[in-house]
Each structure stands twice: as structure tokens, then as C-alpha cells.
């Protein structure tokens, strides 16, 4: 029983640190679809579109 409780604090800690550290950045929204959804930024996937031809 202690080392659950251990386990669990541990746990705790840590995704309180990852959460204070995200700040107002951290999206906790779930996945995107639609005009939401950015899965690569405009100038990289147009460069890579360009080097091709």
C-alpha cells in the first residue's frame, strides 16, 4: 500500500512540474482537426514542394 501511495505522489509531482513548466503554452485540448489542425509550418512544407519540381 505504501509504495502505491509513493508511486502515486511521484507521479503527481512530476506532472505538476511538466504542467508549471508548459505555462500558458501548454495546450491540453486534445487533438485537432480542421482549420485547428498545424502539422507543419507553410514555409517548410513550400520549400520542400519547390525543391522537388
Avoid: Q, R, Y
Amino acid at each position: 500500500m505504501l509504495k502505491i501511495f509513493v508511486g502515486f505522489v511521484i507521479f503527481a509531482a512530476l506532472a505538476m512540474f511538466v504542467i508549471f513548466k508548459g505555462g500558458n503554452s501548454l495546450d491540453m485540448g486534445g487533438e485537432k482537426h480542421g482549420d485547428e489542425a498545424v502539422h507543419a509550418p507553410a514555409e517548410a512544407a513550400s520549400a520542400d514542394a519547390s525543391a522537388v519540381k
